[in-house]
């Protein structure tokens, strides 16, 4: 579609912004925003509306549509005092006042122009018996909460409203897959049993029909702390088999794939495998090709910068200033392309600070939790950055929210052996213990968790428990380096570990 305003024309095919047929560098959610209203000249469009449709029901704040309005006009030659083309419409929402005309027919097809919009999530009302008022209250409220909450799964499209809903049956799964283009659902069941409740909640493939995963949670009452308590845990559980859903269903396509699925095949391919040198190879090489093929699309360097910084700070990738400048560049291109985004932000933020640049970090990631409350990688970044800053007391805090707000994958093995150690800088014996064990039981696999271990039977004065850890974690990974030793522990302990590997 071509809209054609003032001077302006903005063509939704070839992802262009003309003005008198020059092109305007524009950013990729700022044009999202600018076709959204050109497409409804005239009409108001709400805050909540402008979140749910440009957004895509992602968790954002009022100030994050309010800088992206700021861009937009900025683009346009307009501003908040002139309002000549986009209008504020106060306690109402946005206008877009310029009279606006449709070329006729779309225009000539680009590479671009199919592009893979991401895969979609209809999360189904919660089937409750009729007169449980209670349960119907926290059946909605966990329906609502999940969706928002699975806003930070990057390019992950969520519906929480459906025709069907009034009505006493709906549709199949695979009708709502051929009507709406739903790829999966999230369906359920609640009731109110004693001073608590019952949750059933299972996730369907809608094109085939298959249930992929299922779980009964038993939610604790009163209902107010059941409010709160209940879509965190749902997430948790569910977050990582919608990932795994979404590399199958990515792995599985025919076609030639984009460079958003790329993306969504390395995202997800550190999530199931584990943060280890070949998953950190794979998922780089994705990333690489994901960039090279669409070099417009942010996510992609903002992961590879993750990826390199991370990697070499923990001794996962090969040369180790090639992956600084990797990590560093990529950032920076990351930023520029898509400043607005929480999930960017989160990650070349951490990149940065993970190669050395904490003080240039902390306020792009302090940006990423504004921007999104539920970012828990943006969250655990920022208290890996305090901690590197010498803010251990901050640090841990923000770790610690990090991991409360995770899906239960992976990465809490690795962020809880980070905060284990830095609970024991702080003196605090007894919970890093409890965090090293934690770390350790959520993932066979992470020798950090068991230098971690290590870490705190050496605070407890058992080189005996200290020196098995090591041992663990040499088993696990032989290849294991001083530099990486120490990017756990510490130089101090680390040389203390030293003395204990096996002979």
Known sequence: MRYRFDDFELDTERFALLRAGKPCAVEPKVFDLLAYLAGRPGQVCSMDELVREVWHGRIVSDTTVSSCIKIARKSLGDSGDAQRLIKTVRGRGYAFGAEVTVAGGPSKPSATA?????????????????????????GEAVRDDVAAILGRVPLLRIAVQAPWQKDAIAPAARALHEQLGADFLLDGALQSVGDGFRLSLQLVDACTGFQRWSHRFEVAGPLESALSEAPVAVVARLEPQLVRAIHDSVRSATDQPSAQQLFLEAYSVLGLKGWLRD?????????????????????????????????????????????????????????????????????????????????????????????????????AALGSACMLSGDIEQGVRHLAHGIEISPLDSRLSFWGSFLAVGLLSLGRLDEASIQAELACQRDGRCSFARLARAAVGLARGDPAAAGAAVGEAYRLDPALSPEQIASVTGRRTAAALLDLRPG
């Open 279 to 379: 998953a950190f190879a794979e998922a780089a090489a994705l990333l690489r090709r994901s960039a090279q093929i669409d070099p417009q699309f942010a996510l992609s360097p903002a992961f590879l910068a993750l990826v390199c910084g991370l990697g070499q700070r923990i001794g996962l990738v090969g040369s180790r200033e090639a992956a600084v400048a990797e990590a560093e560049a990529a950032a920076s291109l990351a930023m520029g392309l898509d400043p607005l985004d929480a999930t960017v932000l989160g990650y070349a933020g951490c990149s940065l600070a993970d190669i050395g640049q904490a003080p240039r970090a902390l306020p792009i990631l302090r940006q990423a939790v504004e921007l999104d409350a539920a970012n828990a990688q943006a969250w």
């Open 114 to 138: 199919a592009a893979y919009r991401g895969p979609s999530l209809l999360a189904m009302p919660l089937r409750v018996d009729a007169g449980d008022a209670a349960a119907a209250r926290l």
